[in-house]
């Protein structure tokens, strides 16, 4: 499948649930939260004849958000069912790490390769500061079960201006000794998350530069090893001297790479999105409760895909931009 700038459409991102088990004030408000019902929301057995219908199309990928996927019931059993379609290569989690270390052996079995897990800070007070409770520790424990379990782990920062901007050193130092991508990725303005101010990556770069330049020569400081391949992600790798691991920077704002998207987004409660930012949408749900076969749920995939915008609008107010939270649209 190909949009309308001809980009490749291989990557689908599937919201399984807009709960969540923290209050991160970046992305969903501690109080006042209303969510949908769950009569409303997609069905595993109605994601998965849309996976089907997608894999056929060319969609090799899927990953797994929220929300927090993990506090949705019978997550293994959707990975299996998934994990048996024919054409998918690859099943990623994004999960805040909280329940995923009792999960692990389990969602490994069923054919889970890919977990990001979602880890602002390592100091407890800060990470209870923004996600509402203690926790850091426990997510570190489930980055560790994940590398022994034998999953391609990635540790996801969001850099906090004045929050959590002096401990990046200490979430990077994660990559010295363990094989994993720490990757620091540029606050979006969306929801919640326009209440607070980001740090641009060449300043996360500059903090860290500060910190573990120690190791090696300023001018060997950092060794730029390239992108990720298209088909994983946006974003770019540097490695410092005698780390195991790579740290990332995936700048949306400073840096954008819609050139090169190549996903697609999928509701909780059944829309597909072409865009993060944007508002264009179709109800995949209501058309297969509506009786609409797999030819005609995909040419509706195809006449939205037609509308991608070409960017992103982060930081202009424009009318078609999209104002739900980011736990209401999937991360």
């Not at 499948?1 to 709960?19: A, C, N, Q």
């Not at 994990?83 to 290569?89: N, Q």
């Not at 034998?150 to 994660?174: D, F, Q, S, T, W």
């Not at 540097?238 to 954008?256: A, L, Q």
């Amino acid at each position: 499948m190909k949009d309308g700038f001809e980009r490749k459409t291989e990557y689908l991102r599937i919201s399984l649930t807009d709960r969540c088990n923290l209050r991160c004030q970046y992305c969903m408000p501690s109080q006042g939260v209303t969510f949908r019902r769950h009569e409303d929301m997609m069905k595993y057995e109605e994601m998965l004849r849309l996976v089907e219908i997608l894999a056929g199309a060319g969609v090799k990928k899927v990953r797994l958000t929220g929300g927090e996927p993990t506090v949705r019931r019978d997550l293994t059993w959707f990975v299996k069912e998934l994990s048996g379609i024919r054409g998918i290569e690859q099943i990623g989690l994004t999960t805040n790490g909280l329940k995923f270390a009792e999960m692990a052996d389990e969602l490994y079995d069923a054919g889970l390769r890919l977990v990001n897990i979602s880890l602002d800070t390592l100091n407890e007070e800060v990470y209870k500061y923004i996600t509402g409770q203690y926790g850091a520790k426990k997510v570190m424990d489930a980055v560790n079960i994940a590398l022994m379990t034998g999953y391609k782990v990635k540790v996801n920062c969001v850099p906090l201006k004045e929050i959590n901007e002096r401990y990046l050193p200490e979430v990077a130092y994660i990559a010295r000794d363990r094989a994993v991508d720490v990757r620091f990725i540029e606050l979006m303005p969306i929801g919640c998350g326009k209440a607070f101010e980001g740090v641009p990556t060449e300043d996360v770069k500059t903090i860290l530069k500060n910190t573990l330049g120690i190791y090696r020569e300023e001018t060997e400081f950092l060794q730029e090893i390239g992108e990720e391949p298209e088909f994983a992600g946006p974003a770019k790798y540097v490695r410092f001297k005698d780390f195991e691991g790579r740290c990332g920077f995936i700048s949306p704002m400073s840096d954008c790479f819609c050139d090169r998207c190549n996903r697609l987004r999928l509701t909780a409660d059944g829309c597909i999105k072409p865009c993060l930012y944007s508002d264009e949408k179709i109800n995949i749900c209501s058309m297969m409760r509506a009786g609409a076969s797999d030819k005609d749920i995909l040419a509706a995939i195809h006449e939205v895909l037609s509308h991608k915008n070409q960017r992103h609008s982060f930081g202009r107010d424009i009318l078609g931009q999209e104002h739900r939270r980011m736990n209401e649209i999937g991360g």
